[in-house]
Protein backbone atom coordinates (compact mmCIF):
# COMPACT_ATOMS: atom_id res chain seq x y z
CA UNK A 1 0.00 0.00 0.00
CA UNK A 2 2.82 1.90 -0.58
CA UNK A 3 2.09 5.20 -1.89
CA UNK A 4 -1.48 5.01 -1.16
CA UNK A 5 -3.02 8.23 0.68
CA UNK A 6 -6.43 8.55 2.56
CA UNK A 7 -9.27 11.08 1.26
CA UNK A 8 -12.00 12.76 2.66
CA UNK A 9 -12.51 14.33 5.94
CA UNK A 10 -11.24 13.06 9.01
CA UNK A 11 -13.75 9.96 9.39
CA UNK A 12 -13.33 9.07 6.26
CA UNK A 13 -9.49 9.13 6.66
CA UNK A 14 -9.62 7.07 9.96
CA UNK A 15 -11.61 4.25 8.52
CA UNK A 16 -9.18 3.91 5.45
CA UNK A 17 -6.16 3.26 8.00
CA UNK A 18 -8.18 1.37 10.33
CA UNK A 19 -9.53 -0.80 7.35
CA UNK A 20 -5.34 -0.90 6.47
CA UNK A 21 -4.42 -1.55 9.78
CA UNK A 22 -6.66 -4.93 9.97
CA UNK A 23 -6.09 -6.27 6.92
CA UNK A 24 -1.64 -5.72 8.14
CA UNK A 25 -3.08 -7.48 11.84
CA UNK A 26 -4.85 -10.36 9.77
CA UNK A 27 -1.79 -10.87 7.68
CA UNK A 28 0.78 -11.14 10.41
CA UNK A 29 -1.50 -12.86 13.07
CA UNK A 30 1.26 -14.98 14.22
CA UNK A 31 3.89 -12.47 15.17
CA UNK A 32 1.55 -10.44 17.74
CA UNK A 33 3.54 -12.70 21.19
CA UNK A 34 6.82 -11.19 19.45
CA UNK A 35 4.80 -7.91 18.36
CA UNK A 36 3.51 -7.46 22.42
CA UNK A 37 6.98 -8.94 23.87
CA UNK A 38 8.86 -5.95 22.12
CA UNK A 39 6.00 -3.23 23.09
CA UNK A 40 6.96 -4.07 26.74
CA UNK A 41 10.36 -4.12 26.13
CA UNK A 42 10.40 -0.69 24.80
CA UNK A 43 8.14 0.40 27.77
CA UNK A 44 10.96 -0.48 30.30
CA UNK A 45 13.59 0.04 28.01
CA UNK A 46 14.73 -3.65 28.16
CA UNK A 47 14.06 -3.33 24.21
CA UNK A 48 15.95 -1.03 21.72
CA UNK A 49 16.32 1.57 24.55
CA UNK A 50 18.76 4.39 22.77
CA UNK A 51 16.53 4.11 19.79
CA UNK A 52 13.37 4.94 22.29
CA UNK A 53 15.62 8.06 23.11
CA UNK A 54 16.45 9.17 19.38
CA UNK A 55 12.76 8.61 19.43
CA UNK A 56 11.72 11.36 22.33
CA UNK A 57 11.58 14.43 19.51
CA UNK A 58 8.91 13.02 18.18
CA UNK A 59 6.75 14.13 21.30
CA UNK A 60 8.68 16.79 21.48
CA UNK A 61 11.41 16.37 24.32
CA UNK A 62 14.79 16.97 23.89
CA UNK A 63 17.38 14.35 23.07
CA UNK A 64 20.44 14.97 25.85
CA UNK A 65 17.47 15.02 28.17
CA UNK A 66 16.24 11.54 26.97
CA UNK A 67 19.49 9.88 27.27
CA UNK A 68 19.89 11.63 30.65
CA UNK A 69 16.60 10.66 31.42
CA UNK A 70 17.35 7.25 30.51
CA UNK A 71 20.32 6.18 32.58
CA UNK A 72 18.76 7.71 35.54
CA UNK A 73 15.30 5.32 34.96
CA UNK A 74 18.17 2.42 34.94
CA UNK A 75 19.66 3.86 38.46
CA UNK A 76 15.95 3.81 39.67
CA UNK A 77 15.14 0.43 38.66
CA UNK A 78 18.32 -1.10 40.06
CA UNK A 79 17.47 0.50 43.50
CA UNK A 80 13.66 -0.19 42.98
CA UNK A 81 14.89 -4.18 42.16
CA UNK A 82 16.26 -4.28 45.81
CA UNK A 83 13.66 -2.53 47.37
CA UNK A 84 11.49 -4.64 46.23
CA UNK A 85 13.50 -7.03 47.47
CA UNK A 86 13.61 -5.46 50.78
CA UNK A 87 9.77 -5.45 50.97
CA UNK A 88 8.75 -8.58 50.15
CA UNK A 89 12.16 -10.16 53.16
CA UNK A 90 9.63 -7.83 55.76
CA UNK A 91 6.94 -9.38 54.71
CA UNK A 92 5.21 -6.66 53.60
CA UNK A 93 2.75 -6.02 50.58
CA UNK A 94 3.59 -5.19 47.24
CA UNK A 95 0.37 -5.04 45.13
CA UNK A 96 -0.28 -1.34 45.99
CA UNK A 97 2.80 -0.64 44.15
CA UNK A 98 2.62 -3.63 42.01
CA UNK A 99 -0.70 -2.44 40.57
CA UNK A 100 0.62 0.46 38.88
CA UNK A 101 3.40 -1.73 36.58
CA UNK A 102 1.19 -4.24 35.93
CA UNK A 103 -1.23 -1.12 34.61
CA UNK A 104 1.57 0.10 32.67
CA UNK A 105 2.37 -2.95 31.03
CA UNK A 106 -1.18 -3.76 30.28
CA UNK A 107 -1.15 -0.53 28.23
CA UNK A 108 1.93 -1.09 26.43
CA UNK A 109 0.56 -4.74 25.38
CA UNK A 110 -2.52 -3.12 23.44
CA UNK A 111 -0.83 0.27 22.45
CA UNK A 112 2.75 0.70 22.19
CA UNK A 113 5.27 1.16 24.66
CA UNK A 114 6.59 4.58 25.25
CA UNK A 115 8.22 7.08 27.74
CA UNK A 116 4.83 8.90 28.61
CA UNK A 117 2.96 5.80 29.40
CA UNK A 118 5.30 4.90 31.97
CA UNK A 119 4.19 8.04 34.17
CA UNK A 120 1.31 6.57 36.22
CA UNK A 121 4.42 3.68 37.49
CA UNK A 122 7.01 6.19 38.23
CA UNK A 123 5.99 7.50 41.58
CA UNK A 124 6.05 3.55 42.78
CA UNK A 125 9.56 3.62 41.03
CA UNK A 126 10.87 6.53 43.04
CA UNK A 127 9.07 5.03 46.29
CA UNK A 128 10.57 1.29 46.11
CA UNK A 129 14.37 2.81 44.78
CA UNK A 130 14.32 5.06 48.07
CA UNK A 131 13.51 1.70 49.72
CA UNK A 132 16.53 0.31 48.32
CA UNK A 133 18.82 3.39 48.24
CA UNK A 134 18.65 4.13 51.96
CA UNK A 135 20.44 1.08 53.55
CA UNK A 136 23.15 1.61 51.05
CA UNK A 137 23.33 5.72 52.72
CA UNK A 138 23.48 4.30 55.72
CA UNK A 139 26.30 2.41 55.58
CA UNK A 140 27.82 4.72 53.26
CA UNK A 141 27.43 7.59 56.16
CA UNK A 142 28.91 4.91 58.83
CA UNK A 143 31.76 3.84 57.29
CA UNK A 144 33.15 7.23 55.99
CA UNK A 145 31.82 9.59 58.85
CA UNK A 146 34.35 11.91 59.14
CA UNK A 147 34.10 12.81 63.18
CA UNK A 148 37.09 12.56 65.46
CA UNK A 149 34.26 10.06 67.16
CA UNK A 150 34.01 7.75 64.15
CA UNK A 151 38.01 7.39 63.73
CA UNK A 152 38.17 6.27 67.82
CA UNK A 153 35.52 3.86 67.20
CA UNK A 154 36.72 2.11 63.74
CA UNK A 155 38.68 -1.18 63.61
CA UNK A 156 41.91 -0.91 64.68
CA UNK A 157 43.58 -1.95 61.22
CA UNK A 158 42.15 1.11 59.76
CA UNK A 159 42.87 3.38 62.87
CA UNK A 160 46.63 2.31 62.81
CA UNK A 161 46.94 3.24 59.51
CA UNK A 162 50.36 5.23 58.27
CA UNK A 163 48.89 8.55 58.21
CA UNK A 164 47.36 8.10 61.75
CA UNK A 165 50.73 7.86 63.12
CA UNK A 166 50.73 3.76 63.10
CA UNK A 167 54.15 2.40 63.61
CA UNK A 168 56.40 1.54 60.57
CA UNK A 169 58.31 -1.65 61.36
CA UNK A 170 59.96 -3.84 59.03
CA UNK A 171 58.23 -6.93 60.45
CA UNK A 172 54.93 -5.60 59.50
CA UNK A 173 55.43 -5.44 56.24
CA UNK A 174 53.97 -8.93 55.80
CA UNK A 175 51.41 -8.99 57.78
CA UNK A 176 47.97 -8.88 56.28
CA UNK A 177 46.66 -5.91 56.58
CA UNK A 178 49.92 -4.68 54.82
CA UNK A 179 49.91 -7.49 52.31
CA UNK A 180 45.99 -5.54 51.42
CA UNK A 181 47.60 -2.61 51.59
CA UNK A 182 50.47 -3.33 49.12
CA UNK A 183 48.08 -5.01 46.70
CA UNK A 184 46.04 -1.61 46.78
CA UNK A 185 49.16 -0.28 45.53
CA UNK A 186 49.96 -2.63 43.07
CA UNK A 187 46.41 -2.34 40.93
CA UNK A 188 46.87 1.32 40.40
CA UNK A 189 50.31 0.51 39.87
CA UNK A 190 49.23 -1.96 37.11
CA UNK A 191 47.10 0.72 35.65
CA UNK A 192 49.82 2.93 35.56
CA UNK A 193 52.28 0.50 33.69
CA UNK A 194 49.47 -0.08 31.17
CA UNK A 195 49.70 3.36 29.85
CA UNK A 196 53.32 3.79 30.47
CA UNK A 197 54.52 2.87 27.04
CA UNK A 198 51.89 5.40 25.69
CA UNK A 199 52.44 8.14 28.10
CA UNK A 200 56.33 7.67 27.03
CA UNK A 201 55.56 8.18 23.39
CA UNK A 202 52.59 10.81 23.28
CA UNK A 203 53.49 14.59 22.16
CA UNK A 204 52.67 16.65 24.83
CA UNK A 205 52.60 20.60 24.89
CA UNK A 206 55.45 21.47 22.77
CA UNK A 207 56.35 25.08 24.84
CA UNK A 208 56.03 23.34 28.27
CA UNK A 209 58.42 20.02 27.63
CA UNK A 210 60.26 22.30 25.49
CA UNK A 211 61.10 24.56 28.84
CA UNK A 212 61.75 21.55 31.23
CA UNK A 213 64.38 20.30 28.45
CA UNK A 214 66.05 23.89 27.94
CA UNK A 215 66.21 25.02 31.55
CA UNK A 216 67.55 22.61 33.26
CA UNK A 217 70.63 22.35 30.29
CA UNK A 218 71.04 26.37 30.55
CA UNK A 219 71.37 25.59 34.49
CA UNK A 220 73.83 23.12 33.65
CA UNK A 221 75.49 25.45 31.64
CA UNK A 222 75.81 27.98 34.44
CA UNK A 223 72.99 30.38 33.51
CA UNK A 224 70.61 31.52 36.22
CA UNK A 225 66.94 31.65 36.27
CA UNK A 226 65.11 35.18 36.36
CA UNK A 227 68.86 36.85 35.75
CA UNK A 228 69.57 34.95 32.24
CA UNK A 229 66.23 33.81 31.52
CA UNK A 230 62.29 33.80 32.13
CA UNK A 231 61.44 31.64 35.11
CA UNK A 232 58.36 31.97 36.54
CA UNK A 233 58.19 29.51 39.50
CA UNK A 234 60.32 28.47 42.50
CA UNK A 235 64.47 27.18 41.74
CA UNK A 236 63.63 23.80 43.45
CA UNK A 237 62.37 22.06 40.32
CA UNK A 238 65.05 23.47 38.31
CA UNK A 239 67.79 22.37 40.54
CA UNK A 240 66.64 18.90 41.17
CA UNK A 241 65.67 18.64 37.63
CA UNK A 242 69.22 19.71 36.00
CA UNK A 243 70.57 17.46 38.90
CA UNK A 244 68.76 14.69 37.47
CA UNK A 245 69.45 15.38 34.08
CA UNK A 246 72.85 15.70 35.23
CA UNK A 247 73.30 11.51 35.92
CA UNK A 248 70.81 10.15 33.20
CA UNK A 249 71.42 12.91 30.41
CA UNK A 250 69.72 15.73 28.47
CA UNK A 251 66.83 13.76 26.98
CA UNK A 252 62.96 13.20 26.90
CA UNK A 253 63.33 10.10 28.52
CA UNK A 254 64.84 11.38 31.57
CA UNK A 255 63.02 14.51 31.49
CA UNK A 256 59.42 12.67 31.55
CA UNK A 257 60.90 9.79 34.12
CA UNK A 258 61.01 12.80 36.24
CA UNK A 259 57.57 14.16 35.49
CA UNK A 260 56.52 10.54 36.09
CA UNK A 261 58.20 10.23 39.40
CA UNK A 262 56.20 13.46 40.68
CA UNK A 263 52.92 12.73 39.31
CA UNK A 264 53.24 9.30 41.33
CA UNK A 265 54.22 11.65 44.60
CA UNK A 266 50.44 12.78 43.81
CA UNK A 267 49.08 10.00 43.17
CA UNK A 268 50.38 7.78 46.31
CA UNK A 269 50.00 10.82 48.91
CA UNK A 270 46.27 10.88 47.90
CA UNK A 271 46.06 7.21 48.53
CA UNK A 272 47.82 7.65 51.50
CA UNK A 273 45.71 10.54 52.62
CA UNK A 274 42.36 8.34 52.19
CA UNK A 275 43.89 5.15 53.62
CA UNK A 276 42.11 5.48 57.20
CA UNK A 277 38.64 4.86 55.39
CA UNK A 278 39.61 1.47 54.34
CA UNK A 279 41.46 -0.11 51.34
CA UNK A 280 38.57 -0.18 48.97
CA UNK A 281 38.24 3.52 48.61
CA UNK A 282 42.24 4.14 49.06
CA UNK A 283 42.45 2.13 45.69
CA UNK A 284 39.35 3.83 44.09
CA UNK A 285 40.97 7.38 45.09
CA UNK A 286 44.14 6.18 43.27
CA UNK A 287 42.31 4.93 40.21
CA UNK A 288 40.21 7.98 39.54
CA UNK A 289 43.31 10.40 40.48
CA UNK A 290 44.97 9.02 37.57
CA UNK A 291 42.26 10.62 35.07
CA UNK A 292 43.35 13.62 36.67
CA UNK A 293 46.89 13.41 37.25
CA UNK A 294 48.09 12.02 34.19
CA UNK A 295 45.43 13.27 31.31
CA UNK A 296 46.15 16.97 31.34
CA UNK A 297 49.98 17.12 31.57
CA UNK A 298 51.02 13.46 30.63
CA UNK A 299 54.76 12.95 31.85
CA UNK A 300 56.14 16.35 31.35
CA UNK A 301 57.91 17.71 34.12
CA UNK A 302 56.18 20.54 35.40
CA UNK A 303 57.35 22.68 38.46
CA UNK A 304 52.89 22.67 39.18
CA UNK A 305 52.78 18.64 39.84
CA UNK A 306 56.32 18.04 41.50
CA UNK A 307 55.15 20.78 44.18
CA UNK A 308 51.66 19.60 44.58
CA UNK A 309 52.96 16.21 44.94
CA UNK A 310 55.70 17.15 47.45
CA UNK A 311 53.12 19.45 49.00
CA UNK A 312 50.68 16.17 49.87
CA UNK A 313 53.17 14.50 51.70
CA UNK A 314 53.97 17.47 53.73
CA UNK A 315 50.36 17.18 54.79
CA UNK A 316 50.20 13.45 55.40
CA UNK A 317 53.70 14.13 57.56
CA UNK A 318 52.06 16.85 59.44
CA UNK A 319 48.40 14.52 60.21
CA UNK A 320 51.12 11.69 61.12
CA UNK A 321 52.53 14.06 63.70
CA UNK A 322 49.43 15.39 65.38
CA UNK A 323 48.48 11.67 65.65
CA UNK A 324 51.55 11.24 67.63
CA UNK A 325 51.23 12.89 70.93
CA UNK A 326 54.69 11.84 72.56
CA UNK A 327 57.50 14.05 72.11
CA UNK A 328 60.21 11.55 70.75
CA UNK A 329 62.97 10.97 68.54
CA UNK A 330 60.29 9.42 66.33
CA UNK A 331 57.94 12.21 66.48
CA UNK A 332 60.08 14.80 66.21
CA UNK A 333 61.58 13.46 63.02
CA UNK A 334 57.87 13.49 61.62
CA UNK A 335 57.20 16.89 62.42
CA UNK A 336 61.16 17.86 60.85
CA UNK A 337 60.00 15.81 57.44
CA UNK A 338 56.89 17.47 57.43
CA UNK A 339 58.65 20.99 57.58
CA UNK A 340 61.27 19.73 55.09
CA UNK A 341 58.41 18.67 52.65
CA UNK A 342 56.83 22.17 52.94
CA UNK A 343 59.86 24.14 52.14
CA UNK A 344 60.77 21.66 49.28
CA UNK A 345 56.97 22.39 47.30
CA UNK A 346 57.80 25.96 48.31
CA UNK A 347 60.84 26.20 45.94
CA UNK A 348 58.82 24.47 42.99
CA UNK A 349 55.64 26.81 43.72
CA UNK A 350 55.90 29.71 46.23
CA UNK A 351 51.77 30.17 45.66
CA UNK A 352 51.66 26.95 47.76
CA UNK A 353 52.21 29.01 50.92
CA UNK A 354 48.61 30.04 51.83
CA UNK A 355 47.78 26.04 51.84
CA UNK A 356 50.54 24.89 53.72
CA UNK A 357 50.21 28.09 56.08
CA UNK A 358 46.68 26.78 56.51
CA UNK A 359 48.04 23.16 57.24
CA UNK A 360 50.17 24.27 59.86
CA UNK A 361 47.63 26.74 61.60
CA UNK A 362 45.21 23.38 61.96
CA UNK A 363 48.68 22.05 63.52
CA UNK A 364 49.06 24.46 65.91
CA UNK A 365 45.86 24.46 67.22
CA UNK A 366 46.02 21.06 67.30
CA UNK A 367 49.36 20.62 69.26
CA UNK A 368 51.23 22.69 71.63
CA UNK A 369 53.26 25.33 69.99
CA UNK A 370 57.13 23.46 70.92
CA UNK A 371 56.13 20.91 68.25
CA UNK A 372 56.09 23.19 65.18
CA UNK A 373 59.09 24.43 66.21
CA UNK A 374 60.87 21.18 64.42
CA UNK A 375 59.06 21.83 61.42
CA UNK A 376 60.15 25.02 61.12
CA UNK A 377 63.51 23.57 61.19
CA UNK A 378 62.50 21.40 58.52
CA UNK A 379 61.10 24.40 56.86
CA UNK A 380 64.56 26.09 56.79
CA UNK A 381 66.69 23.46 55.83
CA UNK A 382 63.86 22.58 52.66
CA UNK A 383 64.31 25.90 50.93
CA UNK A 384 68.12 25.52 50.83
CA UNK A 385 67.21 25.51 47.05
CA UNK A 386 65.69 29.42 47.66
CA UNK A 387 68.59 30.28 49.45
CA UNK A 388 71.20 28.96 47.33
CA UNK A 389 69.14 31.38 44.33
CA UNK A 390 69.07 34.23 46.48
CA UNK A 391 72.68 34.24 46.54
CA UNK A 392 72.79 33.38 42.67
CA UNK A 393 70.32 35.75 41.50
CA UNK A 394 69.48 38.28 44.20
CA UNK A 395 66.28 39.19 46.09
CA UNK A 396 65.64 42.02 43.58
CA UNK A 397 65.31 39.66 40.93
CA UNK A 398 63.61 37.00 43.05
CA UNK A 399 60.89 39.20 43.29
CA UNK A 400 60.39 40.27 40.16
CA UNK A 401 60.47 36.92 38.34
CA UNK A 402 58.69 35.14 41.01
CA UNK A 403 55.80 37.20 42.36
CA UNK A 404 55.69 40.45 39.85
CA UNK A 405 56.05 38.77 36.74
CA UNK A 406 53.71 36.28 37.05
CA UNK A 407 51.32 38.12 39.10
CA UNK A 408 51.45 41.70 38.56
CA UNK A 409 52.72 42.26 35.37
CA UNK A 410 50.86 39.68 33.51
CA UNK A 411 50.25 40.26 29.38
CA UNK A 412 46.90 40.82 28.38
CA UNK A 413 47.14 37.80 26.77
CA UNK A 414 47.65 35.90 30.10
CA UNK A 415 44.87 37.85 31.97
CA UNK A 416 41.96 35.61 33.69
CA UNK A 417 38.25 36.86 34.16
CA UNK A 418 36.94 37.34 37.48
CA UNK A 419 34.73 35.51 38.20
CA UNK A 420 35.79 32.49 35.00
CA UNK A 421 33.38 31.88 32.30
CA UNK A 422 31.10 28.28 32.69
CA UNK A 423 30.67 28.36 28.94
CA UNK A 424 34.23 28.56 27.07
CA UNK A 425 37.31 27.33 27.96
CA UNK A 426 40.02 30.03 29.75
CA UNK A 427 42.91 28.53 31.88
CA UNK A 428 46.09 27.33 29.81
CA UNK A 429 45.71 23.45 30.93
CA UNK A 430 42.40 23.60 30.00
CA UNK A 431 42.83 24.65 26.36
CA UNK A 432 46.13 22.35 26.37
CA UNK A 433 43.80 19.08 27.10
CA UNK A 434 41.02 19.60 24.95
CA UNK A 435 42.96 19.86 22.23
CA UNK A 436 44.19 16.37 22.78
CA UNK A 437 40.65 15.79 23.80
CA UNK A 438 40.06 11.63 25.69
CA UNK A 439 38.15 8.82 23.90
CA UNK A 440 34.88 9.26 26.16
CA UNK A 441 33.79 12.66 24.69
CA UNK A 442 33.53 15.00 28.82
CA UNK A 443 36.15 17.75 29.25
CA UNK A 444 39.65 16.31 30.18
Not at 137 to 166: Q, Y
Not at 237 to 246: G, I, P, R, T, V
Not at 265 to 285: A, D, F, Q
Not at 314 to 327: K, M, N, P, W, Y
Request: hydrophobic share 50%; net charge positive.
Amino acid sequence: RSGIDATGDEAEKSLFWREIGFDYAKEHISELPKVVAARVGRQWELYRPFQNAEFAYIEGRNGDAAYAGLFMYYGLAAAALYGAFLIRKRKAGLLPLAALFISVTLTAMYAYGTTRFRVPAEPALCVLAAVGIFPLLSRIRTKFAMSDSHAESSPPTETNTFVHGGDVHITNIFRRTSCRTWASFAVVGSAIAVALPALFRAVGSSMEEGFMLVFPERVIKGDIANVDFLHLYGPGSLHLLSSWMQVFGINLTAERSFGLLQNLLIVSGLMVLTRPWGKKLSTLVGLFSLIFVFTPVGLQALAWNGGVGIALWSVIFTIRAVHRTELQLASRATWVLAGLFAGLALTFRPDLGLALLLVFAWALWKRPQRTLLYSAGGVIVGLTSLWIHVVQAGPSAIVRGIILDPVIHLRPGRELPSPPSWYYLQGALQVISEKFAPWWGLPS
